[in-house]
């Protein structure tokens, strides 16, 4: 029972063998949800069709930071529609991006706010995008009473101190295939000291592969890696492992088990 709580299966890279990879990571890995993620008109499109067509598979929309200079009033008009779609269960991925800087910082920051004022609205959780950007993220979602909703802290990437903060203001952490890098000192702190219920494995696939498939292209079914690395460093069972954070994915996205 491992739950994928972040993909792109939807992702060019996956066009020649989709079906497989979903069927791999289906029956061969233990993966039995995923949240595939849709950030631009395109994509959310595609998520949904993904959704729609396998039933163990959700689907997240919103507007990517490094897009927002494209979004429009009209765009998040559609994405509030689409929030009374059975298979949506979060808005996201959303947030700040300064590394790419492709869209002006106080366009990310008034899409960012626009979104997560609709989740409120709306009482769906978020998936955040935090990168090189953690004081303004931290500043906009205490602004926004992003708290009132939660949500995930997608592929964590601060310290113990910003996780705490996040924590705080009740959103889940989600790590992925940089917990298993040899070099990587923050996530494997975070994966040891975040408490077990507020704990999620994602994949970003087909981005940030785990080892050793690092720099390779990233699958679902790699969750299995990410999960056993974290139990490694907990001293936990893959198994234990994987159902909490089952659990965890599941309260989160408001799913059970007749969903």
Known sequence: ??????????????????????????????????????????????????????????????????EAKHCTDEDLDWIESLTDHPKVVALGEMGLDYH??????????????????LAREVNLPIIIHDRDAHEDVLRILREEKADEVGGVMHCFSGDWEMAEACLDLNFYIGLGG?????????????????????????????????????????ESGYIRLIA??????????????????????SRLFRLNESS
């Open 178 to 218: 940089p917990v298993t890098f040899k070099n990587a000192k923050d996530p494997k702190v975070i994966a040891e000291k975040v408490p077990m219920d507020r704990l999620l494995v994602e994949t970003d696939c087909p981005y940030l592969a785990p080892h050793p498939h690092r720099g390779k292209r990233n």
């Open 228 to 249: 056993d690395k974290i139990a490694e460093i907990r001293g936990m069972t893959l198994e234990e492992v994987a159902r909490q954070t089952y659990e965890n994915a």
């Open 100 to 117: 790419w800087d492709t869209s002006p910082k106080g366009v990310q920051e008034s899409v960012f706010r626009q979104q997560i004022r």
């Open 1 to 66: 029972m491992l739950f994928d709580s972040h993909a792109h299966l939807n992702d060019g890279q996956f066009d020649e063998d989709r079906e497989e990879v979903i069927r791999r990571a289906r029956e061969e890995y233990g993966v039995s949800r995923i949240v595939n993620i849709g950030f631009n008109r395109e994509t959310i499109r595609t998520s949904l069709e993904l959704a729609e067509t396998y039933d163990f598979i959700y689907s997240a929309v919103g507007w990517h930071p490094i």
